[in-house]
């Protein structure tokens, strides 16, 4: 059944990818196979379908989507974190004219079960590139009193909530995505967002910050895009203070996390001031464990495998941290040997390190993923990208056991971008995968960007745009393709 599905107008690459996450989640794909078969044993890619109203972008907020009964829809709404709401549609029009013969033609037996006597009901007016007084939103509620509403309104706690749902047209110049012609919907509520999670889990409300914690909001979306719930369980390998496994905790599932800064996952800045404290002040389940351990030395023992239902992360890229692991510069350069640390200073030890590149680090990320997540399992991480005449590079890591599902680009400045990239785990583990691996991973750093391997990243980003390859031109063809209205730039 198609629903109208009304976005947030933020974060535009990241909409669809969440719906479709939770709609695999929830069962809808599992279900569909099973109705249609499975053919030579293979599955297509699990998407839903999409389609857009009359008229509108394809970055509007206003979507079609198709899902198998209200119960899924519901589901999906309340875990979504970009979603405003989902929609029965009863009409769409340019005019209320066409609206109400639209609303008039919708089955009968789709809306008398909400018309009843013994059911109250609300109806509200929503718009989208536009303001309206009180008195323009009650003409337009009493102009639907057409439909045979036999119930008592009920402002509070109704049983059956409807929308009105109204666009303005481009020609307003409101700084929005191009709409041809004005479009007016309405529909009856199947289910809406849950937001005030984001208030509630806020970073500036938060026990123990770091330096480069993730955003609440962006924590959830990483969270659905894992399809994180009871019962997985849930790895970060960069935990830090904990942001991302406060979020898969959230949603119920086990978290376990890891760092290579022993003074972050151990001390913290006091008993009453750690990673753990993060959760405590939530009311969530504690971790099952937060190790000291190097990405590029996991602490595994040999053929531990498939461990994970989920690995989700925000790898050290330079911008404001820098990745670190073991070793120290005189160990790696063979100045000094290795060495045990003597008993009585192990309590207060703290390893010395060393600098770790991007690529080194994202190959050891995959490596560690192929061979500790399930079938099926999922890595979620972010990946950065420099952009250059308004476009990015799409040379993305990769790995013989994992397919890309989906990457969600988020624009940070002229130059910078992160994309958060969903990569599911599709084949078993093996030494001549991992040696695959290795020599996707060789040619991969070799044609990859210069600044990957060295590490420039950071001074690409904050440089001056004079110092720009592209100079001044460069500053003004990008500020030139910058689309005229709000979206990837929220």
């Not at 479709?20 to 929830?26: C, D, G, I, K, N």
């Not at 993730?214 to 994180?228: G, R, S, V, Y």
């Not at 941290?321 to 003597?342: C, E």
Request: charged share 25%; proline share 7%; hydrophobic share 35%.
């Amino acid at each position: 059944m198609w629903y109208l599905c009304v976005f947030y107008h933020r974060l535009l690459d990241y909409r669809k990818p969440e719906v479709e996450s939770l709609a695999e989640l929830f069962g809808v794909f599992n279900s569909r196979e099973s109705e249609s078969g499975r053919e030579n044993g293979n599955l297509e890619k699990k998407c839903l379908q999409w389609r857009l109203p009359q008229y509108h972008h394809p970055d509007s907020p206003f979507h079609f989507v198709d899902l198998p009964s209200d119960d899924i829809a519901r589901k999906v709404a309340n875990r979504s974190i970009l979603v405003k709401g989902v929609y029965e549609l009863w009409g769409e029009g340019s005019t209320y004219e066409e609206l109400e013969e639209a609303i008039k033609a919708y089955p009968d037996e789709r809306k008398l079960p909400y018309l009843t006597s013994e059911s109250t009901f609300k109806i509200t007016i929503d718009s989208f590139g536009k303001v309206m007084s009180s008195k323009e939103q009650n003409d337009r509620i009493q102009s639907f009193s057409y439909i045979p509403f036999k119930g008592r309104v009920n402002l509070r706690s109704p049983d059956h909530k409807f929308w009105v749902l109204e666009t303005d047209d481009s020609g307003s110049n409101n700084g929005l995505p191009p709409v041809d012609q004005k479009r007016i919907f309405f529909g009856r509520e199947v289910g809406t967002a849950d937001r005030k999670l984001l208030p509630t889990y806020q970073l500036k409300s938060r026990t123990y910050l770091g330096p480069t914690a993730m955003d609440a909001e962006m924590a959830f979306l990483m969270a659905n895009q894992a399809l994180t719930a009871p019962g997985k369980l849930v790895y970060d390998p960069f935990v830090g203070t904990g942001s991302i496994l406060v979020a898969a905790a959230h949603f119920g599932a086990m978290t376990m996390g890891a760092d290579i800064d022993i003074r972050v996952v151990r001390d913290g800045r006091g008993p009453d001031c750690n990673v753990w404290s993060n959760f405590k002040q939530y009311g969530l389940p504690m971790p099952l464990g937060l190790l000291r351990a190097d990405n590029n030395l996991p602490p595994w023992r040999p053929g531990l495998k498939e461990v994970f239902d989920a690995i989700i992360c925000d790898p050290p890229y330079g911008v404001r941290a820098g990745g670190r692991k073991s070793g120290g510069r005189k160990l790696l350069k063979g100045v000094v040997g290795p060495y045990t640390v003597p008993d009585d200073k192990r309590t207060d030890h703290i390893p010395s390190t060393a600098g770790y590149c991007l690529a080194e680090c994202v190959h050891d990320l995959l490596d560690l993923a192929a061979q500790m997540l399930v079938m099926g399992g999922r890595l979620v991480y972010y990946y950065p990208v420099l952009r250059e005449d308004d476009t990015i590079d799409t040379n993305f890591p990769e790995h013989p056991c994992f397919k890309l599902v989906a990457a969600c680009e988020q624009i940070l400045s002229l130059r910078y971008s992160r994309v958060l990239l969903t990569m599911v785990k599709i084949g078993p583990y093996t030494e001549e995968i991992a040696e695959s691996a290795r020599i996707q991973h060789l040619e991969f750093k070799e044609n990859h960007l210069k600044w990957l391997e060295e590490g420039n990243l950071r001074s690409a980003v904050f440089s001056p745009v004079d110092s720009h390859p592209g100079g001044e031109g460069y500053a003004k063809l990008g500020k030139d393709s910058k689309p005229k209205y709000r979206g990837k730039y929220v």
